[in-house]
């Protein structure tokens, strides 16, 4: 099979998702990448800096490129099915390389229309589109006012999709 003229591969879609390439991954899957983790505690930062974001660990599971995506979030029942969502989501895949304190990348993503503990819960995250990718910031209010941004791009783009 192929896709916009090039053929479609699990090797070649892995090799998408790797660099942050999610649109195209999604074409060549013919749905998003997931990513299914459970919510685990982070550094609690976004939560201090105004923008709450659930930190997701997903067992053995590809990890895209660093950048921040448009996405959806569902919250899982044990049975693995959807029981809260889909829920729009700012997905950031990284190091968090204005602070430095990172050497293995981080999956969280903030949900922009809930507010709520989720800690212990099983979350897929759907990957839509890049946004932009990974910065470092000259400290945390220009990191914020990025987030800002993020968020509604996030929104617009969600609201060009067809929906989830």
Same mark, same amino acid.
């Given at each position: 099979?192929?896709?916009?003229?090039?053929?479609?591969?699990?090797?070649?879609?892995?090799?998408?998702?790797?660099?942050?390439? =999610?649109?195209?991954?999604?074409?060549? =899957?013919?749905?998003?990448?997931?990513?299914?983790?459970?919510?685990? &505690?982070?550094?609690?930062?976004?939560?201090?800096?105004?923008?709450?974001?659930?930190?997701?660990?997903?067992?053995?599971?590809?990890?895209?490129?660093?950048?921040?995506?448009?996405?959806?979030?569902?919250?899982?029942?044990?049975?693995?099915?959807?029981?809260?969502? &889909?829920?729009?989501?700012?997905?950031?895949?990284?190091?968090? &390389?204005?602070?430095?304190? =990172?050497?293995?990348?981080?999956?969280?993503?903030?949900?922009?229309?809930?507010?709520?503990? =989720?800690?212990?819960?099983?979350?897929?995250?759907?990957?839509?589109?890049?946004?932009?990718?990974?910065?470092?910031?000259?400290? &945390?209010?220009?990191?914020?006012?990025?987030?800002?941004?993020?968020?509604?791009?996030?929104?617009?783009?969600?609201?060009?999709?067809?929906?989830?």
């Amino acid at each position: 099979m192929t896709v916009g003229g090039v053929e479609a591969s699990s090797t070649r879609t892995r090799a998408l998702v790797r660099q942050g390439r =999610l649109a195209d991954a999604r074409r060549m =899957l013919g749905r998003p990448f997931e990513f299914v983790g459970r919510v685990v &505690p982070g550094r609690r930062r976004g939560h201090r800096l105004g923008f709450p974001t659930v930190n997701v660990e997903g067992a053995d599971f590809l990890v895209p490129g660093d950048g921040v995506y448009a996405g959806w979030a569902r919250v899982l029942d044990g049975s693995g099915a959807a029981d809260m969502g &889909p829920l729009a989501a700012a997905i950031s895949v990284g190091r968090a &390389p204005t602070f430095g304190e =990172l050497t293995e990348p981080v999956v969280e993503a903030c949900l922009l229309n809930f507010d709520g503990d =989720l800690y212990g819960r099983t979350v897929r995250l759907e990957f839509i589109d890049r946004v932009r990718d990974q910065e470092t910031f000259d400290g &945390p209010e220009a990191l914020t006012e990025q987030v800002a941004r993020d968020r509604q791009a996030v929104r617009t783009r969600l609201a060009a999709e067809a929906g989830p």
